[in-house]
């Protein structure tokens, strides 16, 4: 399965990055497809004009909806498919999670919608929600100045989970948050060298007791979820 990746934006320019590391591998590799819009494309005056301010009044401005509306109907369509899953990054979203981006890896269509300003019209998302699979997604409870860096972090952390986009699988399988891992934090990592500035891996890593080991590991997760991530062990 190719899946294809959608970004509208008024920094398309953010989307570059995509291009290299891991993600720019699986690009290669035919795994995600990566289209980036400027969506001042869609507009029609001098000054491709995007926003306006706000009905009611308030602060700052407000993305109008008539941009938006064009480049849906230029870039996804004007049929109802719920197989294309939309998403608005927005402080206001339900957090984002591993679970999600577990979701997110098996859709084959996915189209970001990243604002700007004080945020898009609100008929925007109203009216992708008549048309296809809308997540409203929040990274976390801090403000960023629009929805590009959420984005590509949503992308990062849902690529990564596509089948054949990782060389080795299994190392999802230990990772903070993965599924089967009691909602635990990761473990205290170390590679060699085994003494490095006075400190030293601990002895246990290196006794190749396997069983002690893993036991070490989960004391280690356990300790660290309860001082750190106490909500995770509700
Ligand atoms: N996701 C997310 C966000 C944002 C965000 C997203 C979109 C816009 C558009 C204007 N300002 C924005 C902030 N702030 N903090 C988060 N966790």
């Known amino acids: 399965m190719t899946m294809r990746l959608d970004y509208l934006s008024i920094f398309p320019g953010y989307f570059d990055v ?3 590391s891991l993600l720019g591998k699986a690009v290669d590799n035919g795994l995600v497809e990566v289209h980036a819009h400027d969506l001042r494309d869609w507009t029609h005056d001098r000054h491709r004009t995007v926003d306006d301010t706000p009905c009611g009044g308030g602060a700052g401005m ?3 909806p008539d941009p938006w509306g064009e480049a849906f109907d230029g870039i996804i369509g004007i049929e109802p498919d719920p197989s294309v899953h939309v998403i608005f990054p927005t402080p206001s979203g339900i957090p984002f999670t ?10 084959e269509r996915v189209v970001f919608c990243c604002g700007r300003y004080e945020g898009i019209d609100h008929r925007v998302i109203d009216y992708a929600r008549t048309m296809w699979t809308v997540h409203e ?3 976390g409870d801090y403000v960023l100045n629009g929805g590009e860096v959420a984005a590509l972090a949503i992308t990062e952390a849902v690529v990564r989970l596509i089948p054949g986009f990782m060389g080795n699988p299994e190392s999802l399988a230990e990772e903070s948050f993965s599924p089967g891992q009691e909602r635990l934090l990761e473990y205290p990592l170390f590679t060699r060298p ?12 290196m006794s190749g007791h396997h069983g002690r080991i893993a036991e070490w590991r989960r004391e280690e997760s356990l300790l660290l979820t309860r001082d750190r991530r106490p909500d995770l062990t509700d």
């Open 18 to 20: 995509l291009d290299i």
């Open 62 to 64: 407000v993305m109008k």
């Open 98 to 107: 591993q679970s999600a981006a577990q979701e997110l890896s098996t859709v």
């Open 137 to 139: 997604l929040s990274l």
């Open 194 to 205: 085994v003494s490095w500035r006075g400190m030293d891996v601990p002895e246990v890593l």
